[in-house]
């Protein structure tokens, strides 16, 4: 249920309308926008808050039902308007588009530095890596831990660039919380609702994976359970989804791209790179992406890609790494984004 609040109702009429959602057993989302303050009325008990009779309350213009599944992320939540995530004064959605770029993993000082003096040179406004890896294979190196999360806060110092990296255990959430500006959600725990949760309750940005093999919906229901805490700021990111195809590593559903724009408010990044598997597919794909009006592209790149510890054979280059940046960004604007590019 929506609440629509008429133009310049006062706070008072905003916060008695927020009571009586409590009183009838529902959360109350406030969502303050240019003209008009909408509150959404979440939670199992729509009838009661229908019972309420909200539409006579003062200060309320109309009352409408939000029939899709997901509310917070629907795009009719914030009547039309897209949110805008801004950290360190850095944009990404509502009309801004960012690069997030940097190695798959940090692996050591030296490589990591590396890195962020070519993602800087190139303008990227945001920096990744994973302290935290999710590998198919027990085996396989699975991240520094806190150490790369130790890194990660000197590049961020050193750059000024804020970091973009994966929680994956619950636990380590103070940790990762001590660095990273925006919380990466892996593909892989896109449906662990207790990960999710908790990440909500941090307040924290969130960049939410889309699962190996969810849809569109389940995408946006999982980012409900980020948003149902308060947290307004998640990026959905479209990163490649199974099919029958084996000559690539996953597929990219660049239809998802304009599908999730007619659906909700929340910014949409795309990661080609753990779609395409292979460095010569990242560029085309990352065009495309950006053609068809991604928000942000989160892509990997490496000082010495034939040397990486994990996902070297899909790293840009980190010497290319300026001009993949250009090609990218140049058809960003093209179809009408501002760009976000930070001045070396
Ligand atoms: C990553 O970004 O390094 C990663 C592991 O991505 P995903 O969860 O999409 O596989
Ligand atoms: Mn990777």
Do not use: W
Request: glycine share 10%; aromatic share 6%.
């Amino acid at each position: 249920m929506m609440i629509v609040m008429k133009e310049g109702a006062s706070e008072e009429q905003i916060q008695a309308v927020v009571d009586r959602i409590e009183k009838a057993g529902a959360n109350a989302h406030v969502s303050r926008g240019q003209f008009v303050t909408v509150i959404g009325a979440v939670g199992d008990a729509d009838s009661q808050v229908h019972e309420a009779g909200l539409e006579l309350a003062d200060g309320v213009d109309h009352v409408v039902p939000i029939m899709k599944p997901y509310k917070l992320s629907s795009l009719q939540f914030k009547k039309g308007e897209r949110t805008t995530i801004e950290i360190d004064g850095r944009k990404l959605g509502g009309g801004v588009f960012s690069l997030i770029a940097g190695p798959c993993t940090v692996e050591s000082r030296d490589q990591l530095f590396k890195s962020g003096e070519q993602c800087r040179a190139a303008g990227v406004p945001f920096f990744r890596g994973g302290a935290y890896k999710p590998r198919t294979s027990p085996y396989s190196f699975q991240g520094l831990g806190v150490e790369g999360l130790r890194l990660l806060k000197e590049a961020k110092e050193e750059f000024g660039m804020p970091i973009v990296t994966e929680l994956m255990d619950v636990r380590d959430i103070d940790d990762v919380l001590e660095v990273a500006d925006v919380i990466q959600v892996g593909a892989r725990n896109m449906q662990n609702y207790n990960l999710l949760t908790e990440i909500g309750r941090s307040g924290r940005p969130a960049l939410l994976k889309r699962g190996l093999s969810a849809t569109i919906e389940e995408l946006l229901m999982a980012s409900e359970y980020i948003l149902k805490e308060g947290n307004q700021d998640v990026m959905l990111c479209e990163r490649g989804i199974r099919t029958f195809e084996p000559g690539y590593r996953f597929t990219l559903d660049l239809l998802a791209i304009p599908v999730l724009q007619q659906l909700t408010h929340l910014p949409i990044v795309v990661d080609p790179s753990h779609a395409a598997g292979r460095r010569d597919l990242v560029l085309p794909m990352s065009l495309a992406a950006a053609a068809a009006g991604a928000d942000g592209i989160i892509v990997e790149t490496h000082p010495d890609p034939e040397n990486a510890v994990c996902d070297g054979p899909q790293a840009i280059v980190g010497s290319e790494f300026g001009d993949y940046a250009s090609q990218v960004n140049r058809v960003a604007e093209m179809v009408g984004k501002q760009l976000e590019v930070i001045s070396a």
